[in-house]
């Protein structure tokens, strides 16, 4: 059976990949293949972030009663510093500016990689655990809002 953590650091990955692609074609002054992935990272990353703050989180919640502090408290921190940056890359991608893109890119990576990192080695591995056998069902609601 597959686990809630490897399904979302498999989602890691993924976005991290096109995330890289984007930058590339920034960098390279492709504006059309920039366009495709910038906007396609913007995509899946909210979809990710709401898969977190929507299901897994508030479930981490209510199974261990960590509304008030914990690792999704954290993690919902993180995403809220993470707000004015893609707003800056949305608007960069608005304008087809490469250089503007690389720059929230990288202000945005220095969030995004420890967050992710914490949530590999921290937050979904508690999650599998305080979920025991209803992690499954969890994994088909997450998988449902990605479809």
Not at 16 to 33: F, Q, S
Request: aromatic share 4%; net charge negative.
């Amino acid at each position: 059976m597959e686990s809630i953590s490897t399904y979302m650091q498999h989602d890691h990955v993924e976005i991290d990949g096109i995330a890289e692609r984007a930058t590339a074609a920034a960098g390279a002054g492709d504006t059309g293949a920039m366009a495709r992935e910038a906007a396609l990272f913007l995509q899946r990353l909210e979809q990710h972030i709401d898969m977190e703050e929507r299901v897994l989180f508030p479930a981490f919640e209510e199974r261990t009663g960590m509304r008030e502090a914990g690792p999704s408290v954290q993690m919902r921190e993180e995403h809220v510093q993470m707000r004015p940056i893609l707003d800056t890359m949305r608007a960069a991608l608005a304008a087809a500016d490469g250089q503007s893109w690389q720059r929230g890119s990288q202000a945005l990576l220095e969030i995004l990689v420890p967050h992710n990192a914490k949530e590999e080695q921290m937050m979904y591995p508690m999650l599998d655990d305080a979920m025991g056998p209803d992690a499954a069902a969890l994994l088909i609601d997450v998988k449902a809002m990605a479809a």
